[in-house]
């Protein structure tokens, strides 16, 4: 069984940046895909970023440019930093770690103010 847990989410204004954690624990192969996604009130979950235990990274257009997502192996930990956030990246960010099967945290709230 794998554990994932976010932190960092909060309130910043437009324009500002944060960055979010998601820390894995329990039984993790070597090999898996960390991504992660976000979910706004009253909309579909949105993948954002994936990035795989080799470090290849792919991103969805809407963040290109202005999110990075990046790991560390030995901390079985992955990071999303958001810069130039814009009131619609207003939503629950939820981090996944994809190996035999996909685990998902409980999720981040993350509110950006105009």
């Known amino acids: 069984q794998v554990q994932l847990v976010e932190s960092g989410g909060g309130l910043v204004q437009a324009g500002g940046s944060l960055r979010l954690s998601c820390a894995a624990s329990g039984s993790i192969f070597s090999y898996n895909v960390m991504a992660w996604h976000r979910q706004a009130p009253g909309k579909q979950r949105e993948f954002l970023a994936a990035i795989t235990s080799g470090s290849s990274t792919n991103y969805a257009d809407s963040v290109k440019g202005r999110f990075t997502i990046s790991r560390d192996n030995a901390k079985n930990t992955v990071y999303l930093q958001m810069d130039s956030l814009k009131p619609e990246d207003t939503a629950v960010y939820y981090c996944?770690?994809?190996?035999?099967?996909?685990?998902w945290g409980q999720g981040t709230q993350v509110t950006v103010s105009s």
């Open positions: 996944q770690l994809t190996s035999s099967r996909s685990y």
